[in-house]
Structures are given as C-alpha cells and as structure tokens.
C-alpha cells in the first residue's frame, strides 16, 4: 500500500502561502515601523529642538532681566514644573530655568544662553533621568556632567556647581539600578571637585520597602507633585 500523500491539497496549500506572505510582509511592515520609529527618536535628540523654548527664556530676560549673583535650578521637567521653586526659598534669590525633556548635552549645548549670562552664585542640576531613558549610559551622563563643570569653571571659577541626584519614580523603575549608578559616579565625582556639591534626592524618595513613594509622585507615575516639591525643597535647603 503506498504511504499517505504529505502534500496538502490545492485550495489548502494556496491559503498557506497567502498566510504565510502576510505574515512576512507583517514582519516587514512592523521593521520599517520600529527603524521610521528609531530614526525619528534620533532626531529628537537634536539640542536644536529646544530653540523654541531657549529663545522664549531669551525674550523674558530682554523684558525682565534676572538678577546677577542668583541661585539657578536648571534642567528637565523636574525643574520646569517646579513653578513656585522661588516661593519655596523666600529668603534666597531663586531663578529657574527648566525645558522639559531635556538631556545634560542639550544644557551643555545651551550653557552660553541659559547659565553663564546670568552669572549665578550657585547652579543646581538636575538632568540625567531623560537621558537613561533613552538608552544612554551612565558613564555618558556622568561624563557630560564633568564637561557642563568644566566649561562652567571657565566662565565662572567662584560659582558652586551641585547635581541633584536621579530621583526615582514608579515609571521608570526598570532604570533603578542605571540611575543608582550614575547617582554615584556624580557623587564620585563632585567629591573628588571643590566647590561641586551633590544632593541625594534618590534614598529619600523611597519607601520602606526600597521602591518609590507613589504618594510623592503626580498619576504619571513620573512626575512629582506637590508632596514630593516640598520633600526636594526640605533637602535641598540644607545645601544651599
């Protein structure tokens, strides 16, 4: 008796490769999707799209000139929508400048314009959570914070520089370790400057069990609210 026929019958056969074409053109579908996806995140990255917010930062100080000799928060979202930050410091001369999303490249890039002209007694960083996010490491962060200090110190030799520790947040928790290192290499480093300070925001942010106090944090899970402003405010005070 001959052996059953493996082939599949016509009509079948044909629905196989029908399936099967589609799911390659899927696959391909999906690849261009993820590379269109990963150019777009490149450019992105590009310090020019802050240009907006610069100028606009620009178009205030023509109106309004800050006063020289100010303490500076500068950096990311955690700095722009800290929008009473001079209210929580009333017997200091606050100035902040914070665009949102911002990497230390995109400050250093920017330092001509939004540090040096104000000629700040002490500067306050935070950057570094946008740009773990986004694939870079810990060491590049670091690193561009050494050369924001270097190039600060050329300006201004007698101002403090002090880098606000990663905070940590239930959004980007999977960064906890990347943002403990980087934390540390910071700490490392300001230790080893004078006049380079280094404030721990990250420890006190954490519950008993080692996580993110949510209550300190807005329903983004990223963001604080003003629970976690006033903890910032309570620790950085003792610095200043």
């Known amino acids: ?5 493996t082939s599949l019958p016509p009509a079948l056969f044909r629905e196989k490769r029908s399936a099967g074409l589609i799911r390659t053109l899927w696959v391909m ?4 999707t993820s590379a269109s996806l990963s150019l777009d995140a490149a450019q992105d990255l590009r310090p020019e799209r802050w240009e907006g917010e610069i100028a606009e930062f ?12 100010a ?11 800290w929008t009473n930050a001079a209210a929580m410091f009333p017997n200091r001369t606050v100035l902040a400048r914070g665009f949102g999303g911002s990497h230390l490249a995109d400050l250093n890039h920017y330092i001509d314009r939004i540090v040096l002209p104000y000629s700040p007694s002490h500067i306050l960083v935070y950057e570094g959570d946008n740009d773990l996010a986004a694939g870079k490491s810990p060491r590049q962060v670091a690193d561009d914070f050494a050369v924001f200090v270097a190039r600060t110190r050329e300006k201004l030799p007698r101002a403090r520089i002090t880098y606000i520790s990663i905070k940590p947040s239930k959004a980007r928790w999977a960064l906890a370790d990347k943002i403990r290192e980087c934390n540390g290499l910071i700490a490392r480093f300001a230790a080893d400057h004078r006049r380079v300070g280094y404030i721990d925001v990250f420890n006190p942010m954490l519950n008993r069990e080692g996580k ?14 003003p629970k976690g402003y ?3 405010r309570d620790v950085i005070r003792k610095h200043l």
């Not at 620009?58 to 000799?69: A, L, N, V």
């Open 212 to 225: 993110p106090r949510e209550e300190l944090l807005g329903p983004d899970g990223l963001h604080m609210n």
């Open 230 to 232: 006033e903890l910032w």
């Open 1 to 5: 008796m001959n052996p059953p026929s």
């Open 71 to 81: 303490i500076l928060f500068v950096g990311s979202s955690s700095i722009r929508l």
């Open 58 to 69: 620009e178009r205030g100080d023509q109106k309004s000139p800050p006063p020289k000799g």
């Open 29 to 32: 579908l999906l690849w261009a």
